[in-house]
């Protein structure tokens, strides 16, 4: 008789061998599948959250224009009435009584104007020159303690900048500073009329001097911000063939930074045209245009800080309203220049 029992434990091993391969599969499917599974819920997750992301900052771009929209819309419907009354000639009179509701804009757009042309002629040269000092030429102990100081004098209140200008820098000039500009350039031709008259201590010069001191760490921190980023290479190669310190500032690092340096003092700028209570403490808030600089005089801020409290009547308050846009628009058309530079620079870079 012929035995079958092997074959059966053959039979039984291959079977089991199967089973064990079935089994094998089944689990690596299941895996699979599992995991498949994980990914797509990750992945779901992740589309969920990149989607709400894109919208809400989609959101949060669209509230900016709209904001801005409703700012202009609200400024234009609030003019109104002084822009049928007056037209353009609103722009250049010189008249501000609110006795006789006749109203002009161009003594407060020559102040504010030339207020922040002095502040920008000497915080520009002075914040770069800080700048430069502190990346180039101070010693690593002072760095800190100079940078933190400098980016402290934008934190101050522009209240306390107008009590410390009108109580203590406005007597010094009028005692030290004005009295010596009036004899040194009193016989020069243009000089005479820029610093023509008593010193009175307050006056436009004395804005220019505090719009100065507050938009100087705006330049200052921004260019020692951007001269920190030139490579350390380039200035060393420049050094290596005999460049000065002078040089190496003049034809490496403003170069290199001079978009981020335009970009500093424009910020600055802005800062000057649109600041208000300082200004409002020294300038002496007198509604009209005088060539000396040493007179006083009003700005657009001042005028609506100082009297919109006390606009009674529809005329005046629109009138006030109407310098509002007048300033709006020219911080607009120095942030337009500002880009066109900075565009024009960038393409001739590259």
């Known amino acids: ?30 895996a699979s599948t599992s995991a498949v ?14 989607h709400l992301f894109r919208h809400a900052t989609r959101a949060a771009a669209i509230a900016v224009l ?5 700012v202009i819309l609200s400024l234009i419907y609030g003019s109104l ?14 008249s501000w009584n609110p006795v006789t509701e006749n109203f002009g804009a161009a003594p407060a757009i020559y102040g504010t104007i ?21 990346t180039e030429l101070c010693p690593h102990a002072l760095r800190r303690p100079i940078g933190t ?12 900048y107008g009590i410390w200008g009108l109580f203590v820098l406005a007597p010094f000039l009028q005692s030290h500073v ?41 330049v200052a921190s921004i260019s020692r911000d951007v001269f920190e980023t030139v490579p350390p290479v380039l200035k060393e190669a420049a050094s290596g063939i005999g460049c000065t310190t002078w040089e190496v500032m003049r034809y490496v690092v403003m170069p290199y930074t001079r978009v981020g340096v335009i970009g500093g003092v424009m910020l600055g700028l802005g800062r000057a045209l649109g600041e208000t209570m300082a200004v409002t403490f020294v300038i002496g808030n007198a509604h009209k245009i005088s060539g000396s600089l040493l007179a006083p005089g009003t700005t657009i801020s001042a005028t ?6 006390e606009a009674v009547g529809d005329l005046y308050t629109s009138a006030l309203i109407e310098l509002g846009l007048i300033l709006f628009v020219i911080t607009f058309i120095v942030l337009a220049i500002a880009r066109y530079m900075l565009m024009r620079i960038e393409q001739k870079s590259a």
Do not use: K, W
């Open 178 to 218: 004005q009295p010596g500009l009036i004899a040194a350039f009193g016989d020069i031709p243009l000089f005479s009329t820029l610093f023509a008259g008593p010193p009175y201590g307050i006056g436009m010069l004395t804005a220019g001097f505090i719009l100065a001191i507050m938009v100087l760490p705006f």
């Open 66 to 70: 709209v904001i801005l929209g409703g």
């Open 81 to 94: 009435p002084a822009m049928q009354a007056f037209g353009f000639g609103f722009l250049i009179s010189q």
């Open 1 to 30: 008789m012929f035995s079958i029992e092997p074959s059966r434990r053959n039979a039984n091993g291959a079977g089991g061998e199967a089973g064990s391969d079935m089994s094998e599969v089944v689990l690596q499917q299941t």
């Open 37 to 50: 599974a994980d990914r797509t819920r990750v992945l779901s997750r992740l589309a969920r959250t990149d």
């Open 114 to 134: 030339m207020t922040s042309v002095i502040a920008m002629l000497i915080a520009i040269p002075v914040g770069l020159g800080i700048a430069v000092f502190l």
């Open 304 to 309: 609506i800080a100082n009297e919109f409290t």
């Open 149 to 160: 100081a400098i980016e402290l004098l934008a934190g101050i209140p522009s209240i306390i």
